[in-house]
């Protein structure tokens, strides 16, 4: 098994081709199950399934998505967090029920974190495990919130982030005190469970820790590497971010 690499010419070509994966899914599956991810990497595949949408008619009405993580602390009305982000950004402009769209929360309460990442597992399961999962990397190397440390067999819990991770999120927030300092995310091995993987990186910025990924052992050291022993995971990759390897 190995991490399968697509080389495109631009972002947007990149964009597009995991767009129409995503497109071709569901309507082979109307019921399909998508893993989704926040950050500036996902937003123009949002924009592009918003035009599916509007142009195409790509109905979202039986999809069902889990989110990969949330920060903790924040009103899920804060401008940065990823309830929000994901309603501003695709929820909002498609056809999917509320009902349909799950993401860890933001004000679980200490005592509760346990059954709360419980619930989140046993509804990935009831749902019927994720068909396409999107990724994108930090600079850390992890998936989710995965953080360097993070086993392979981790689930939904919650995680202390990076010091590196709240530097990268802090203009966003405008200041680094005010990045949360825990979130919660589903596990590597929640995100090793689905069916199809497609993580995307583009950017000079990615360019080491999407090396280290792909070209070096597998390690917990950087969480993405583990996508290594997954057997449909694809890297989808711009000029740029493919500089390195
Ligand atoms: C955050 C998210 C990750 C995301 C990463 C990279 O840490 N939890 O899911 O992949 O940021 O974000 P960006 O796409 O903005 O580089």
């Known amino acids: 098994m190995s991490i399968q690499l697509h080389l495109h010419s631009s972002r947007e070509a990149a964009?597009?081709?995991?767009?129409?994966?995503?497109?071709?899914?569901?309507r082979n599956k109307p019921h399909a199950v998508l893993g989704l991810a926040t950050g500036a990497t996902p937003i123009p595949l949002y924009q592009e399934l918003v035009r599916l949408h509007r142009v195409e008619?790509?109905?979202?009405?039986?999809?069902?998505?889990f989110n990969l993580d949330e920060y903790l602390g924040l009103e899920?009305?804060?401008?940065?967090s990823y309830w929000n982000f994901?309603?501003?950004?695709?929820?909002?402009?498609?056809?999917?029920?509320?009902?349909?769209?799950h993401l860890p929360g933001s004000q679980v309460k200490t005592e509760d974190i346990l059954s709360h990442c419980e619930a989140y597992e046993d509804a990935i399961r009831?749902?019927?495990?994720?068909?396409?999962q999107i990724l994108g990397i930090g600079r850390t190397?992890?998936?989710g919130f995965n953080e360097p440390g993070s086993p392979a067999d981790s689930i939904t819990r919650r995680i202390h982030l990076d010091e590196i991770t709240r530097q990268?999120?802090?203009?966003?927030?405008?200041?680094?005190?005010?990045?949360?300092?825990?979130?919660?995310t589903m596990g590597c091995g929640t995100i090793l469970a689905a069916r199809k993987i497609a993580l995307m990186a583009f950017g000079e910025?990615?360019?080491?820790?999407?090396?280290?990924?792909?070209?070096?052992?597998?390690?917990?050291?950087?969480?993405?590497?583990?996508?290594?022993?997954?057997?449909?995971?694809?890297?989808?990759?711009?000029?740029?971010?493919?500089?390195?390897?």
């Open 15 to 26: 964009i597009r081709t995991v767009a129409q994966e995503m497109a071709m899914l569901i």
């Open 57 to 65: 008619g790509l109905s979202f009405r039986q999809v069902t998505t």
């Open 76 to 80: 899920p009305t804060h401008p940065e």
């Open 86 to 101: 994901m309603h501003r950004n695709l929820f909002d402009h498609i056809d999917i029920p509320a009902a349909n769209i």
């Open 126 to 132: 009831v749902a019927g495990g994720i068909d396409y």
């Open 141 to 143: 190397g992890h998936i």
């Open 168 to 184: 990268d999120a802090a203009p966003a927030f405008g200041d680094l005190a005010h990045v949360p300092t825990h979130a919660i």
């Open 205 to 245: 910025g990615k360019a080491a820790i999407v090396r280290r990924a792909l070209r070096e052992p597998v390690t917990d050291e950087v969480s993405a590497s583990f996508l290594q022993n997954h057997p449909d995971a694809h890297f989808h990759l711009d000029p740029a971010s493919a500089s390195a390897l």
